[in-house]
Nanobody, 126 residues
Framework: QVQLVESGGGLVQAGGSLRLSCAAS????????MGWFRQAPGKQREFVAA????????YYADSVKGRFTISRDNAKNTVYLQMNSLKPEDTAVYYC???????????????????WGQGTQVTVSS
């Protein structure tokens, strides 16, 4: 079992930056690929970014490519999402998630993740 706790959300102006963190406990963190998803009011949860267990491979939604960077520190059991050049449409609750899958094609879909955090709110004002 893995417990995930996100932090780092908040209110920021358009063009600004935030760094989200997700601390994991309860299992071997390096066994899991990690992902970030987000959900805006009235919309479905959508994929943002993912990183393989080894950190070698990263994956991004087209909407955030070039602006967001996912990384992980297996020694600290933590995954990060650095968000730059934020836009009002990035406003959402951001969730981190852990997946046991070894198939990169699985990382884009929420149903392939086994554990979820409670979410952290990110609000970008125009």
């Amino acid at each position: 079992q893995v417990q995930l706790v996100e932090s780092g959300g908040g209110l920021v102006q358009a063009g600004g930056s935030l760094r989200l963190s997700c601390a994991a406990s309860g299992s071997i963190f390096s066994n899991y690929a990690m992902g970030w998803f987000r959900q805006a009011p009235g919309k479905q949860r959508e994929f943002v970014a993912a990183v393989s267990w080894s950190s070698i491979n990263t994956y991004y939604a087209d909407s955030v490519k070039g602006r967001f960077t996912i990384s992980r520190d297996n020694a600290k059991n933590t995954v990060y999402l650095q968000m730059n050049s934020l836009k009002p449409e990035d406003t959402a609750v951001y969730y981190c998630a852990a997946s046991r899958s070894r198939y990169s094609s699985d990382y884009y879909y929420a149903w392939n993740y086994d554990h979820w955090g409670q979410g952290t709110q990110v609000t970008v004002s125009s």
